[in-house]
């Protein structure tokens, strides 16, 4: 029999833009899983990397002017520098260019082929380049959009490759009734059972319009459709089509982490996929929830997301780690913001774990010279609080259950605590006959915090070994697992020295006041050409107003307001500006009838294509003015955030039909 191990893989992000929270999420479970696993002694093998083909990798490059090997290897870099920054540490890293999983690729396509699974016919469908997939859409919508993207989709016809998808839907739901857990959590099982059991039609699996991706074996002018290509990572980052497959053969089947929006491809295609190639099936794919702010998915397309260059700034690794384990329920989505994070490290780090550990090892340091006691006392209610506290934290870890695991050893922490304030060894230290109560107290106090140090170490582990240090103990708590500890065990401890706070506790006021002001007020200078109002002869508020505005300088009077006409408009069309590397020329339908024509300076944060189909407010009654030779009829509104000033499209969350006014 196989020896038990264990293996997870994270979705592989698309290397065409900068990672954020979002991404850095699935990645920071995975790391804590894995070495939650590892310290337990299971040999474990965790996977992530980049999928760099298709057709949005071709189009960013395109729209940045510059190779994709170069934009490809720009991400990458970019991707992995923010995961070891954020004290991940990864087994692998597969990119979807290494030629060994390309290779790999082409002999899966060469077995399901041969196998009877794929066929050639003619593909007409409507197809989004950002989620790589042909999608369903109404027949009478001249015009579909992608209803996740909100971005105009292609028509695109072409003889195309297909897997008889269709002949897994037997198995596929045999499959899931006979594994309940395969598809997790239970919700997501459901949609993807009625998904299913509603019919799968065949699957276009190639495409001849892309040309960026692994060619079809024996027939070239076809590109390997880039779902198929991407799943695939998953078996041969462990060497499978290889000669050198023994990782295979240790670590397959996966747990597959993948948020709920890539569900479909991991749950149904990807299994189809296996099943017609005979090989295993994934031991479970577990579908995560999106991080949300204002009740929206952060991301790249709302560009609401949270940036790691941000939280890093105020923020350790192990405190994001922690509060994105403890605060978001794994498997629902959750809100993330910057209150909640500082207000999660003050409650359960400092005033938490870092206040149990100082006041521990302080009164160690000034009763008993440094030195941990030995000998407990009367243990029994600390002893059952950290055992029960350990036999839940591994139970709802191994459910991944993150939050209800924290809360488990956070509640062995109370009785630490309890425990401490009860026996009031500040008293004991007073009363010389008390003297071994007191050892007896703090040594207890001591193993309660030594059995904690060790259970949180997986999820902040760079806390966890500065705190073990300070006790003075032996090894790397990382790598000691907590249920080979007994209670009370002989220790040998080193004599406490210096004690730092482990979690300092952080002003909220001002790191507020610090993140709101990293966006920059408006100033001429920080704004870029047209997102601006036009300065030279454009008449001063107060001049605007005659003598009626005595108010203070930023004060306008509604009057003021109603003179600005704010509209809402769709983008129709947009490109870059010849030798103006700031400007992007829309055409934006205002809904006068004619588009109008706008320069906005969003070039360097903005794509023209992912402004296309954008909703966004512009100010419709400008006086029109030229910028290189071109004359711009509008302005449109972005927020200006962070150092560079880098503005953020404003737009709405609801429809709203073109030349809408804003009052
Ligand atoms: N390349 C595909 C995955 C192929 S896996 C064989 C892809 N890439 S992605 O970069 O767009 O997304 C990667 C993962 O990041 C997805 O699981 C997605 O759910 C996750 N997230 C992106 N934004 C997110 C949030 N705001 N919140 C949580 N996760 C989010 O899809």
């Not at 300092?504 to 993140?515: A, W």
Request: net charge negative.
């Amino acid at each position: 029999m196989r020896e038990k191990t264990f293996y997870v893989t994270t979705p592989i992000y698309y290397a065409n833009a900068r990672p954020h929270i979002g991404h850095a999420y699935s990645t920071i479970v995975a790391d804590v899983l894995t070495r939650f696993h590892r310290q337990r002694g299971v040999d474990s093998f965790f996977l992530t990397g980049t999928d760099e083909h298709g057709v949005n990798i071709e189009r960013a490059a395109e729209a940045r002017g510059v190779e994709i090997r170069a934009l490809v290897d720009e991400v990458v870099g970019q991707f992995k520098g923010a995961f070891d920054k954020l004290e991940v540490s990864y087994d692998r890293w597969i990119r979807t260019t290494d030629p060994q999983h390309e290779a790999a690729v082409q002999k899966l396509w060469r077995m399901l082929q041969e196998r009877g699974f794929i066929y050639k016919g003619n593909y007409e469908g409507w197809f989004c380049g950002y989620c790589n997939e042909f999608k369903d859409v109404e027949l009478k919508d001249t015009h579909p959009q992608c209803p996740i993207h909100e971005r105009p989709l292609d028509r695109v016809s072409e003889e195309s490759y297909f897997f008889k998808l269709s002949e897994f839907e037997k198995p596929l739901l045999e499959h899931y009734e006979k594994h309940p857990k395969f598809v997790q959590p239970d919700v997501r099982r459901n949609e993807v059972v009625s998904f299913v059991a509603g019919g799968l039609k065949d699957l276009s699996v190639s495409r001849v319009s892309v040309k960026w991706g692994i060619p079809v074996p024996g027939d070239p002018s076809h590109t390997i459709y880039v779902w198929m290509d991407a799943l695939s990572n998953y078996i041969t980052a462990l060497g499978w089509g290889t000669e050198e497959h023994k990782d295979f053969d240790r670590y397959w089947p996966a747990l597959h982490l993948v948020g709920k929006d890539i569900l479909r491809f991991h749950a149904v295609y990807w299994p189809a996929f296996l099943m017609a190639a005979g090989v295993e099936l994934p031991r479970q794919v577990y579908a995560h929830g999106m991080l949300l702010r204002g009740g929206q998915k952060m991301g790249k397309s709302l560009g609401n997301a949270i940036q790691l260059e941000v939280l890093h700034k105020h923020f350790t690794p192990d405190m994001i780690r922690y509060f994105l384990l403890r605060e978001v329920v794994f498997g629902q989505d959750g809100e993330v913001t910057y209150e909640a994070l500082i207000d999660r490290v003050n409650s359960d780090l400092a005033d938490g774990l870092g206040n149990l550990a100082s006041r521990t090892l302080t009164m160690i340091r000034n009763y008993c010279e440094g030195r941990a006691p030995l000998a407990s006392v009367d243990d029994a209610v600390v002893r059952n609080g950290i055992n029960e506290a350990k036999t839940r934290f591994d139970e709802e870890f191994s459910a991944l259950n993150f939050s209800r695991a924290l809360e488990a050893a956070w509640g062995g922490l109370a009785r630490v605590d309890k425990f401490i304030t009860d026996n009031q060894p500040w008293k004991l230290a007073k009363d010389p006959s008390a003297r071994s109560r007191l050892e007896g107290v703090l040594a207890t106090a001591f193993e309660g915090l030594r059995h904690l140090v060790l259970l949180v170490a997986p999820v902040i582990p760079d806390s966890a070994r500065g705190v073990w240090a300070q006790m003075g103990l032996p090894g790397d708590p990382v790598q000691i697992n907590p249920n080979s500890v007994a209670w009370g065990g002989p220790v040998e401890v080193a004599k406490i020295e210096q004690i730092s706070p482990a979690f300092p506790k952080l002003d909220k006021g001002r790191i507020m006041d610090e993140i709101n002001n990293e966006a920059p007020q408006s100033t001429p200078s920080a704004q870029s050409e047209a997102v601006v109002a036009p300065q030279a002869g454009q008449p001063k508020p107060a001049e605007q107003t005659g003598a009626s505005v005595q108010a203070e300088p930023n004060v306008i009077t509604i009057d003021d307001f109603v003179k600005v006409e704010l509209r809402a408009a769709t983008v129709l069309e947009a490109e870059r500006v010849p030798k103006a590397d700031k400007l992007l020329r829309l055409i934006v339908d205002l809904g006068e009838g004619k588009p109008r024509q706008i320069l906005a300076g969003i070039a360097q944060h903005y794509a023209p294509e992912e402004v296309v189909g954008r909703k966004i407010i512009v100010v419709a009654n400008l006086a029109p003015r030229k910028l290189r030779g071109l004359e711009s009829n509008g302005m449109l509104l972005a927020a200006s955030i962070g150092e560079d000033g880098r503005p953020v499209l404003a737009t709405f969350m609801e429809e709203v039909p073109n030349g809408a006014r804003l009052k």
